[in-house]
């Protein structure tokens, strides 16, 4: 079943938990852009921000971790309300040992591959995930256009599961109404969407029009 993540990186910090309000019925999960300004050029939020977003919210949370060394921050997130914990394959050089770190914490483990990174690299790690984020922009900011080649990315990924149906693919980066059909046709299954959603008057709206495509 298609889930649709709003990533609030593009919502109204000044007004945040208006904005989750606003998604609330509609998503199916709430995504969280981790960002160090050392993985990425951009600086975000910390477990700070998710231990306040988690009050606001039933939604389960998706914690994108864009970091060097997520390992020393996992326990933190997970504390603060993490449900999923994304890290990136980039990022780690011992990617099992953090992969069951965060399943001894209690969360869904993901890892993210930037658009330069061969989806073939999980081929060993993949049965011990819960989900799979392919990258369809370089990571560090929203409302970046959608690579296009993230397409037969995830339809590598899809071949790479064979018939079992974990881990679940998710994409993230430049989905709208015209890339959601693309991706969702490849294999996708968790779609984010940070400036299509909370770039406009109706995110719930949004979220609809994504589902429905
Ligand atoms: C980018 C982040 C994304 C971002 C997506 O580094 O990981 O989650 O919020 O934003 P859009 O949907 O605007 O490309
Ligand atoms: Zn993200």
């Known amino acids: 079943m298609l889930q649709i993540a709003p990533s609030i990186l593009s919502a109204n910090f000044g007004r945040l938990a208006e904005d989750i309000q606003k998604v609330e019925a509609a998503a199916d999960l709430l995504h969280l852009d981790i960002m160090d300004g050392r993985f990425v050029p951009n600086i975000t939020i910390g477990p700070m921000v998710v231990e306040a977003v988690r009050k606001t919210t039933d939604l389960p949370l998706d914690v994108h971790m864009m970091i060097v060394e997520p390992d020393r921050y996992l326990s933190d997130f997970r504390n603060a309300g993490a449900d999923m914990i994304c890290v990136h394959w980039e990022a780690c050089p011992h990617i099992e040992r953090t992969v069951d770190q965060v399943h001894r914490l209690g969360a ?38 959608f690579w296009p080649r993230a397409v037969e990315k995830l339809a590598r990924v899809r071949a790479l599961r064979g018939d079992r149906d974990r881990p679940l693919i998710e994409v993230d980066g430049g989905i709208n109404r015209d890339t959601a059909p693309l991706v969702r046709k490849a294999g996708a299954e968790i779609l984010v969407a940070g400036s299509f959603v909370f770039g406009a008057d109706d995110p719930a709206r949004q979220i609809e029009i994504l589902k429905a495509e």
């Open 108 to 145: 869904l483990a993901g890892v993210a591959i930037n658009p330069g990174t061969p989806v073939e690299l999980l081929t060993d790690i993949l049965p011990e995930l819960d989900y799979v984020l392919v990258m369809s922009v370089n990571p560090g900011f929203g409302g970046q256009q």
